[in-house]
């Protein structure tokens, strides 16, 4: 009997290895690479140097065929989903669970116009674009705030963003790529308040800032290939 006994607990214990080590060293499902996909995508804003999420210059199209490249002016040091945004964007983003926000200023080629870009990062898509949906809408500017409620402006002296404060905000824009919410504010460079813009400018002097948003959102949520041998993934 304790032969018996002896035999079938080895043959359990060789059918659980056995079972373990295909488990081990089985190819991942097309399940395990897509939440791979999803969760390196997510930890980009972490994981990616600064300059990588804001490139040096982004193009962006002012029709007709005619072409440009915004200048990155800086980049601002790492915010909480609080400090980065007027209050009424910030109860959506914490609602929804916002990690964190990221953000860099940018001027266009003539470097009239200068444009903050926030990245804000979420654990999934799927929060993200809960987010998104639930912003509330921009009211018009005056001399205290500028347009609101919109991504917090960000200055950085001895360029043309030195003088681009909140009150000088004159257009706010949302967007949303994979797990991030793309937001935009834009003024002029010279800082003048909005409510002192009484004129109205040919075209749109402030569509060069969605086109940032969506050409740095593009490679930030770009999903890539699994690789389950580097670190950088989790299959």
Not at 80 to 103: F, K, M, W, Y
Not at 106 to 135: K, S
Request: net charge positive; proline share 7%; aromatic share 6%.
């Amino acid at each position: 009997m304790a032969a018996v006994l002896g035999c079938c607990y080895l043959m359990v214990s060789v059918v659980a290895l056995t079972g373990a080590w295909a488990a081990l060293n089985r190819e991942p499902t097309n399940a395990e690479l897509q939440r791979a996909a999803n969760a390196e995508v997510a930890r980009r804003w972490q994981a990616w140097p600064a300059g990588k999420i804001f490139p040096d210059r982004v193009g962006y199209s002012l029709g007709r065929g005619r072409s440009e490249f915004a200048s990155r002016l800086g980049v601002a040091p790492q915010t909480t989903c609080q400090g980065a945004v007027d209050p009424e964007i910030s109860a959506v983003l914490r609602r929804h669970g916002c990690r964190a926000v990221l953000r860099a200023t940018y001027a266009d080629q003539l470097q009239g116009v200068v444009v903050t870009v926030g990245v804000v990062a979420f654990a999934d898509a799927w929060r993200a674009d809960r987010a998104f949906r639930e912003l509330p809408s921009a009211v018009l500017p005056d001399r205290s705030s500028g347009v609101r409620p919109a991504l917090r402006a960000v200055s950085f002296p001895g360029t043309p963003s030195a003088r681009f404060i909140d009150a000088a905000r004159m257009d706010r824009t949302a967007d949303r790529g994979g797990p991030y919410v793309m937001l935009t504010t834009s003024g002029h460079a010279d800082g003048r308040p909005a409510a002192a813009v009484t004129k109205e400018h040919p075209g749109d002097p402030y569509a060069l800032a969605p086109q940032l948003a969506r050409g740095i959102a593009r490679p930030l949520s770009q999903q890539a290939l699994p690789d389950c041998s580097s670190r950088e993934w989790r299959c």
